[in-house]
């Protein structure tokens, strides 16, 4: 059974930092792929975009987003994890980790990341 837990998304001012995460009971974690998908209001979780994924050998990767996000996962302890820095109200959205074990893609519950002007 797959269940993934995020936490770690309260209320923030502009230019604020947040670390989100990610539990994940997940077999064999350190062999997929772990992502990031953020949902802005009144958009479909299904159509958002990935903004930040590791891949299995990977433990650490700072993306787009003008460098303000880094994803990292530990794998011995089943986590993955988003730091994101400088944040923007823009920001705001719901963010999920999500993992895809073929033919199914699995999603969190998400948590809520809102960011104050």
């Known amino acids: 059974q797959v269940q993934l837990v995020e936490s770690g998304g309260p209320l923030v001012q502009a230019g604020g930092s947040l670390r989100l995460s990610c539990a994940a009971s997940?077999?064999?974690?350190?062999?997929?792929?772990m992502t990031w998908y953020r949902q802005g209001p009144g958009k479909q979780r299904g159509l958002s975009a990935p903004i930040a994924a590791v891949v299995p050998g990977q433990l650490r990767y700072s993306l787009s987003l003008r460098g303000r996000f880094t994803i990292s996962r530990d794998n011995p302890g089943n986590m993955l994890y988003l730091q994101m820095n400088d944040l923007k109200p823009e920001d705001t959205a719901e963010y999920y980790c999500?993992?895809?074990?073929?033919?199914?893609?699995?999603w969190g519950q998400g948590t809520q990341v809102t960011v104050h002007a």
């Open positions: 997940v077999f064999s974690f350190w062999t997929y792929t």
């Open positions: 999500s993992v895809r074990i073929p033919p199914a893609r699995f």
